[in-house]
């Protein structure tokens, strides 16, 4: 036996020194970002290596490929994003959206052996990870994609069973995947309820916990027009994070424009129609200034880590939210009341710092200084309130300032209020 392992030992070694790709293994926690595929006909190996790139600084592991089943560029893209993947060491995994298309067993068996041996596929126990959108009710379909493929490592995202539900299915997966990331209709702030539900009907088996910055969505093609309450949304949810300790986490999303959710700056060719008016001029990039401490922290399991660098982001929406009409848009999913009843005119802020500090916020000229009014390590929580002011806005800490797009108190051209917010980085 201890003459195996050294020769294995001294085969990895070769391989490495000859640049052979081994495949990506789990190494404790992981952090990805939810990708829609969906979104990338025509899509360039050049945008594959900017967002790879752009993922792999912020401290993102890899990417869950959000696939739908009849999309013609599948072949073509998800070949660009694993060669590229593979040549960034970045992990990929598929999450086969079962809500929006309908698989047939043989598609999704045939993707996965596709795959599973590129390099840069994510694997847990030597099994190809695999997720979904939805899809409860395929559950019977799995064990023919385990015998077809050499076995998967199974993580679904089935909310819409709940926690209770995802449990009375344990045998049949290796884990489960949360979406709930945002607070429910009429709630201003989110909990985590539903996480330690899921911890406790998984009975030990992996939990991948939802994370989000956003959520705004006005898609009447689509039958979509809610908001959900995130002004202070980024910083609580990583805050969760860090009394969770999930063994995995997947952020939603890298580059869903349509529901506001994004962490990259908008490629215009992504963007579904329709939702140019709430995405063109408002950049979420910065949400990923905090990224490298969050994800840090809950690798190391305390927020006690060292800084990657201090600064801050800030968010906020660039009117009042009872400027004008609300557009029809509800607060919250399936809820009932105005979305301006779910938001509240301010401007929020994740500063890092190695010691806490005020913040200088100007908003049209007129300055304030503000202390946090939360904690967690070296990250602070900011609101400063904008109500009945204009014009543009700077933040400043340490001597360094960030200016923003200019709030006003005129209805956008739309007609109703935008209610995504514009991210700003110091």
């Known amino acids: 036996m201890h003459l195996n392992i050294a020769a294995a030992v001294v085969l990895l070694a070769r391989l490495a020194v000859a640049g052979v790709a081994m495949p990506r293994q789990s190494s404790g926690r992981q952090v990805f970002a939810h990708y829609m595929v969906g979104l990338t006909s025509g899509q360039s190996q050049d945008q594959w290596q900017k967002d ?24 073509q893209q998800l070949q660009l994003a694993y060669d590229t993947a593979s040549s960034n060491g970045f992990s990929l995994f598929f999450s086969f959206d079962m809500a929006a298309s309908s698989w047939s067993v043989n598609q999704v068996i045939s993707l996965v052996n596709q795959y599973k041996d590129a390099s840069s596929q994510f694997k847990v126990n030597g099994k190809p990870f695999v997720s979904t959108f939805e899809g409860p009710d395929w559950v019977d379909n799995w064990a023919s994609v385990r015998s077809a493929t050499g076995d998967i490592f199974l993580v679904p995202d089935w909310s819409s069973l709940g926690p209770q539900g995802v449990g009375s299915r344990l045998s049949q997966i290796d884990g489960a995947f949360n979406w709930g990331a945002w607070p429910n209709a009429n709630e201003y702030t989110i909990n985590t309820n539903n996480d330690i539900g899921y911890k406790s009907s998984l009975q030990g088996k992996p939990y991948m916990m939802g994370v989000s910055p956003y959520f705004y969505t006005d898609l009447p093609q689509y039958n979509k027009n809610w908001y959900s309450s995130s002004d202070s949304l980024w910083y609580d949810r990583w805050t969760q994070v860090l009394d969770i300790l999930p063994e995995y986490i997947e952020i939603i999303t890298w580059n869903d424009y349509g529901e506001s959710s994004y962490i990259n700056d908008p490629v215009a060719a992504q963007i579904v129609s329709g939702a140019e008016s709430y995405i063109d001029g408002f950049s979420h990039a910065p949400f990923r200034f905090v990224l490298p401490y969050f994800i840090a922290a809950y690798k190391a399991g305390s927020a006690d880590v060292q800084l990657p660098a201090e600064g ?12 004008c009409s609300d557009g029809g848009t509800v607060w919250g999913q399936g809820g009932g009341a105005s979305a301006a009843g779910g938001t509240k005119d301010v401007i929020s802020i994740i500063a890092l710092s190695n010691t806490p500090q005020d913040i200088t916020v100007s908003i049209g000229g007129a300055s304030q200084s503000v202390s946090a009014s939360n904690s967690v390590g ?3 929580f900011y609101q400063v309130d904008f109500s009945g002011k204009s014009g543009a806005v700077t933040i400043t800490m340490n001597g360094k ?15 109703h209020v935008n209610f995504n917010s514009v991210a700003i980085q110091l």
């Not at 801050?312 to 400027?323: D, F, G, I, L």
């Open 52 to 75: 790879i790139t752009e993922a792999k600084s912020a401290g993102i592991d890899g990417f869950a490929l959000n696939v739908g089943s009849a999309d013609s560029w599948n072949a």
């Open 312 to 323: 801050a982001v800030a968010w906020y929406r660039t009117t009042p939210a009872s400027v």
């Open 401 to 415: 300032s960030a200016t923003g797009p200019d709030i006003s108190t005129g209805c956008p051209s739309t007609g």
């Open 378 to 380: 070296k990250a602070s």
